[in-house]
Nanobody, 125 residues
Framework: QVQLVESGGGLVQPGGSLRLSCAAS??????????MGWFRQAPGKEREFVAV????????YYTDSVKGRFTISRDNAKNTVYLQMNSLKPEDTAVYYC????????????????WGAGTLVTVSS
């Protein structure tokens, strides 16, 4: 089973930037074979899809509310996926999680059983 450790969250003012990281590991997990995604859960709301990247990095999808502001990337040599978040808004406040699945379509659904602890992003003045 894959282990996921998110980091990089914090308190930032509106308009600011943060870069989140997610390190993936597992005895039988081959990072370079799987798409990776970011999700978030705001207080009192359900977890939602944010962004996904294919195993090669050539395909990326974003939810509409973050397009043009967030960028997902990955470093296959480090088994790490990143989420660069710019022009942050108060409505971006949430716990951010990464995850993986066999395909992009399944990953975007977010129905995975295992989730890491996440990293909290708070956008406030």
């Amino acid at each position: 089973q894959v282990q996921l450790v998110e980091s990089g969250g914090g308190l930032v003012q509106p308009g600011g930037s943060l870069r989140l990281s997610c390190a993936a590991s597992g005895r039988t997990f081959s990072f370079t074979r799987y798409p990776m995604g970011w999700f978030r859960q705001a207080p009192g709301k359900e977890r939602e899809f944010v962004a996904v990247i294919s195993w090669s990095g050539s395909t990326r999808y974003y939810t509409d509310s973050v397009k043009g502001r967030f960028t997902i990337s990955r470093d296959n040599a480090k088994n790490t996926v990143y989420l660069q978040m710019n022009s942050l808004k108060p409505e971006d406040t949430a716990v951010y999680y990464c995850n993986t699945e066999d395909s992009i379509s399944r990953l975007r659904k977010g129905d995975m059983d295992y989730w890491g602890a996440g990293t909290l992003v708070t956008v406030s003045s």
